[in-house]
T-cell receptor, first 111, second 113 residues
C-alpha cells in the first residue's frame, strides 16, 4: 500500500475555503485517492475519492495533480462542524484492498 | 450507504477477562474490517473478517488475542481476549458494500482496569 504524507494540523477561518494537502508520491497507476474525516468520538466518515480527474460532491472537491503524486481536498465554505481529523488514503481498486490510515491532518475552524 | 450498528458502545472490563464486540450491517457487504484506535492516535487495521473462513490478521495482531467471526454477509464479532490495560482503545467495525466506499460503526470504547 502506498503511503501518504499530510501536515499534522491546520486551521482555517469559518466561511473560508479549507485546502488540505496530501502527498502520495509512490502511488501506482491503479490506486485511488480517498479522503475520510473523523469528528471527535465518531467513526470515520467518507468524504470523496478519485483516480485521475478532479472530483466534486456535496461535501468537498478533490484536486489531483497531473502526475498523481499529490492531491488537495477543498472544503469550499468551512464551518465549525468541519473541525475534525482528515485522512488521505491511497487504496487499490479491488474491493478487497485494505484501507490503511496515516496520521491525518487535524483541521481547526476558527470563528 | 450501509448503516453499521456496533455494540456495546462502551465497556469497562477487568484485567484477564474477555469482551466480544458485535457488528451488524443493515445490508449485505463484501468486506468487513476491524480497526483499533488508541487514545490520540490514528486507526490501526487489526484484521479483515472473511465470510465463512478464518480472518486475515495484520502484522502484530494474532487470532488467539483477537478472535474474529463472520458467519454471514451482515454480521461479525471481534473478541478481545485476556485483556490488559494496554488493550484500552476504541475498536471500530467497518464494512464495504458493492461500491468503493468504506463505512464505519461508531466504535466501542473499551477501558480495562
Amino acid at each position: 500500500d502506498a503511503k501518504t504524507t499530510q501536515p499534522p494540523s491546520m486551521d482555517c477561518a469559518e466561511g473560508r475555503a479549507a485546502n488540505l494537502p496530501c502527498n502520495h508520491s509512490t502511488i501506482s497507476g491503479n490506486e485511488y485517492v480517498y479522503w475520510y474525516r473523523q469528528i471527535h468520538s465518531q467513526g470515520p466518515q467518507y468524504i470523496i475519492h478519485g483516480l485521475k480527474n478532479n472530483e466534486t460532491n456535496e461535501m468537498a472537491s478533490l484536486i489531483i495533480t497531473e502526475d498523481r503524486k499529490s492531491s488537495t481536498l477543498i472544503l469550499p465554505h468551512a464551518t465549525l462542524r468541519d473541525t475534525a481529523v482528515y485522512y488521505c488514503i491511497v487504496r487499490g481498486y479491488s474491493s478487497a484492498s485494505k484501507i490503511i490510515f496515516g496520521s491525518g491532518t487535524r483541521l481547526s475552524i476558527r470563528p | 450507504s450501509a448503516v453499521i450498528s456496533q455494540k456495546p458502545s462502551r465497556d469497562i472490563c477487568q484485567r484477564g477477562t474477555s469482551l466480544t464486540i458485535q457488528c451488524q450491517v443493515d445490508s449485505q457487504v463484501t468486506m468487513m474490517f476491524w480497526y483499533r484506535q488508541q487514545p490520540g492516535q490514528s486507526l490501526t487495521l487489526i484484521a479483515t473478517a472473511n465470510q465463512g473462513s478464518e480472518a486475515t490478521y495484520e502484522s502484530g495482531f494474532v487470532i488467539d488475542k483477537f478472535p474474529i467471526s463472520r458467519p454471514n454477509l451482515t454480521f461479525s464479532t471481534l473478541t478481545v481476549s485476556n485483556m490488559s490495560p494496554e488493550d484500552s482503545s476504541i475498536y471500530l467495525c467497518s464494512a464495504q458494500g458493492f461500491g468503493e466506499k468504506l463505512f464505519f460503526g461508531s466504535g466501542t470504547q473499551l477501558s480495562v482496569l
